[in-house]
């Protein structure tokens, strides 16, 4: 069963614009969230993380807001860049492992 | 530079036949990860290692095999018993297991059947 929820598979975005990447969860014993940018063929490379105890961090044009009683956490890039194109998996901290979700492929046009 | 290093970057496995994925971290990380990656899905856990000599199964564990006997080596072998075994394979590395720990990747191995 799938904890971490990406539910749209894609995004397009225009260069300059905020991206928005959403995620949710069900498990609300998940106390740390990160997000991971995946290029094709490669390995996915960590960008940013959230406590639980917190509801924003952010790390340059990258910011993660967390909603835990929504369970559910998003992630702005603003602003866009084309090099920002890739594949974005949200993953939760069940105590022994990362739970990932299916990801959501953005694109960043020119 | 330190970092994760999986080989071969592209295998081929005959039918019946076990292959062996190979892992190698220099980042002086106890734990050690195996993701299994399929087309529009997410990373699932294949098995884990917390510490040397020690490993558990992950959700996706029948089929698949794994060895810790050194810090810096954890290698996946595919067995003839995984029916299914074509997708992209990642390992992982983290300082330990704790709450909030950042795995890093290696760049994956892609296997396909023959």
């Known amino acids: 069963d799938q904890q971490v929820k990406q539910n749209s598979p894609s995004l397009s975005v225009q260069e300059g614009r905020i991206s928005i990447l959403n995620c949710d969860y069900t498990?609300?014993?998940?106390?740390?969230f990160l997000w991971y940018k995946k290029y094709p063929a490669e390995g996915p490379t960590f960008l940013i993380s959230?406590?639980?105890?917190?509801d924003k961090n952010e790390d340059g044009r990258f910011t993660v807001f967390l909603n835990k009683s929504a369970k559910h956490l998003s992630l702005h890039i603003v602003p866009s860049q084309p090099g920002d194109s890739a594949v974005y998996f949200c993953?939760?901290?069940?105590?022994?492992?990362?739970?990932f979700g299916k990801g959501t492929s953005l694109l960043v046009t020119p | 530079d330190g970092g994760i290093t999986q080989s071969p970057k592209y295998l081929f496995r005959k039918e019946g036949q076990n292959v062996t994925l190979s892992c190698e971290q220099n980042?002086?990380?106890?734990?050690m990860y195996w993701y299994r990656q399929d087309p529009g899905q997410g990373l699932r856990l294949i098995y884990y290692?917390?510490?040397?000599?020690?490993?558990q199964k992950g959700d996706i564990a029948e089929g698949y095999s794994v060895s810790r006997e050194k810090k810096e080596s954890f290698p996946l072998t595919v067995t003839s018993a995984q029916k299914n075994p074509t997708a992209f394979y990642l390992c992982?590395?983290?300082?330990?297991?704790?709450?909030?720990?950042?795995?890093?990747f290696g760049a994956g191995t892609r296997l396909s059947v023959l």
């Open positions: 992982a590395s983290s300082y330990d297991m704790g709450r909030g720990n950042i795995q890093y």
């Open positions: 290692s917390q510490i040397v000599n020690d490993f």
């Open positions: 980042l002086n990380h106890d734990a």
């Open positions: 959230i406590s639980s105890i917190k």
């Open positions: 498990n609300s014993m998940f106390d740390y």
């Open positions: 993953a939760a901290n069940s105590g022994y492992a990362l739970n």
